[in-house]
């Protein structure tokens, strides 16, 4: 009778386990889709709240989802490259091969530069903003010789005008992007090519309609090349 008790008290036991595991995914399928919902209405502190909770409901193979989209929220809508840095780190420690894994070594490298700069207050000019600067000489020197050279003739402008506009027109099979609230070149990169890398890309295929690469405007419609 002894062992006949056992026998029930570990299938009870089983059976109590099997449900409490069960519980437990279906709460943390539900904070995570939760999270997801208020991502893409744009609660972003609501939808971190939601990802925190279901860090603590969760087994470690799940954590690395979790703190990927935390990092993305960090990373690409708040601007906050020293919270991103750390929720990358831990995605890539918790599962180092990865569907995310090439994309969070990747967000790791430019982080870290981006975090340094933050933290040591350095006032580090980027990339698109050297372009941007190197754009406007070039346009600058361009006007000093239109004003040196008064005799130019209207059909030399008229060429040059047409030989621009060419070259600064969209090439066919490029796509179109309206800028939604919390987006960024590197959130536009990686939602078309899966990655942050290609920023520039888009950055330069719209250099007349931004003026800042770090504020876009909603509403605004950008060329996907």
């Not at 609660?43 to 989802?65: C, G, H, K, M, V």
């Not at 979790?66 to 906050?80: I, Q, S």
């Amino acid at each position: 009778m002894m062992n006949a008790a056992w026998v029930w008290l570990s299938i009870l036991l089983l059976v109590g386990l099997t449900a409490c595991d069960r519980l437990g995914g279906s709460r943390h399928a539900q904070l995570i889709q939760d999270g997801d919902a208020k991502s893409a209405q744009g609660d972003f502190a609501r939808a971190i709240n939601l990802y925190e909770a279901a860090l603590d409901d969760s087994e470690s193979i799940r954590n690395a989802e979790v703190h990927y989209k935390l990092a993305l929220l960090y990373d690409d809508k708040l601007n906050d490259p020293v919270s991103a840095l750390h929720h990358f780190r831990r995605c890539l420690a918790l599962s180092p091969t990865g569907t995310h894994a090439t994309d969070v070594r990747n967000s790791i490298k430019r982080d870290e530069i981006a975090a340094l700069t933050a933290l040591s207050g350095d006032s580090v000019i980027t990339r698109s903003e050297a372009a941007r600067l190197r754009n406007e000489n070039l346009d600058l020197h361009k006007e000093l010789e239109a004003r040196a050279v008064p005799a130019r003739s209207v059909t030399d402008r008229l060429q040059k005008d047409n030989t621009s506009s060419k070259k600064t027109a969209p090439k066919k099979g490029n796509r179109s992007y309206v800028v939604q609230s919390g987006d960024t070149l590197f959130s536009i990169s990686r939602k078309f090519y899966k990655s942050p890398k290609r920023w520039k890309e888009i950055l330069d295929a719209n250099r007349k309609s931004i003026r800042d690469p770090k504020k876009l405007t909603v509403g605004q419609t950008l060329v996907i090349p």
